[in-house]
């Protein structure tokens, strides 16, 4: 009863008046706030002759599902419910509400953000669920084309060039930049690089610059750079699982031979590989593996350790 779509896909494969007719409930997951508010106005525009009450996940308890889904009253409403930050709720209410039976109306459970009770959902399979997936890591072209065609921007070849070399590649980053661009380019037939960036400045982390400092075995600059990000989970996931690739093609560099040209990327691979032996690479795999969990879990520890490493890079020095 999963029905798991990209952004990009979402719009076309669901139906805007899904929840017209729909009765039940609707737990639906998705990967950021503006991810959430673009479902949520698609959905419930598509709602015309029932009345949609909103709830936080914290004003839900047993006593108010029990009198509006499991008590006849001859007073009661046929009302629908978008119950937000269902990743909050206890898993006994989840499962109440679930099993009660709700006809004639919907319940949708919004969650926005990783919860085991989603997961134990889907795993389940007693209600139907649909999830918004965030775009891989080598999607951005068809997020930004996403957002563009989403906003009605026409913004040109260079334009998308620039813009995906200069900002993160996640959605809300991508959508609010673009929403200014449009803001400001509302009636243009084409915005050109120049415009945007008279708009926007460069956010986006330089992990290949980063890459070759750690592997020219400059490691102060490399953490300083590093611990002037703090607070930056994101970044810092993004960052770490780039390196654990690079480190990996440093410590075998022999595919390059196969390649008729070699870019800047790749000489700098074939330079930096000479300076490193392989069980130096495996131990730094192995922070980097670390790290990159615990900018996952959002661990306050991660900037600890890497001011940690910081200063133990003096020492080498």
């Known amino acids: 009863m999963l029905s798991k779509w990209q952004i990009w896909d979402f719009f076309g494969a669901v139906k805007r008046d899904h929840l017209e007719s729909f009765e039940g409930v609707l737990a639906v997951s998705t990967f950021d706030p503006v991810c959430l508010k673009m479902v949520k106005d698609y959905l419930l525009q598509g709602v015309s002759s029932r009345n949609v009450l909103y709830k936080m996940a914290a004003e839900v308890n047993k006593g108010w599902i029990e009198e509006e889904f499991q008590t006849l009253s001859l007073f009661g ?123 926007l400045q460069v956010e986006k982390l330089d992990q290949f610059a980063l890459a070759s400092l750690f592997c020219r075995k400059k490691r102060l600059e490399f953490f300083q750079k590093l611990i002037e990000l703090q607070g930056d989970f994101d970044k810092m996931r993004g960052l770490f699982m780039f390196m654990q690739s690079h480190l990996i093609k440093v410590m075998d560099p022999a595919y390059l031979a196969q390649k008729p040209r070699l870019t800047g990327y790749d000489k700098d691979i074939q330079s930096t590989s000479r300076l490193w032996k392989p069980e130096e690479i495996v131990t730094a795999l192995k922070e980097f593996n670390h790290w990159e969990i615990l900018s996952k879990k959002k661990d306050s520890l991660l900037w600890t350790e890497l001011k940690d490493a910081y200063l133990r890079s003096h020492v080498r020095v």
């Open 77 to 199: 409403t046929q009302d629908c419910f978008f119950i937000h930050q269902a990743q909050d709720l206890p898993t006994e209410l989840i499962e109440q509400i679930i099993n009660s039976g709700v006809t004639g109306r919907f319940v949708l459970l919004s969650f926005e953000s990783e919860s085991p009770a989603w997961k134990k959902i889907v795993k389940e399979g007693k209600t139907e669920t649909l999830q918004v997936e965030p775009p891989k890591f080598w999607e951005p072209n068809k997020l930004l084309d996403f957002v563009c065609n989403y906003l009605r921007l026409p913004l040109s070849y260079e334009a998308k060039g620039w813009v995906l070399d200069a900002l993160e590649s996640n959605l809300s980053t991508l959508f609010n930049s673009m929403s200014l661009v449009k803001l400001n380019h509302a009636d243009a037939k084409e915005v050109g690089v120049r415009e945007v960036q008279e708009l």
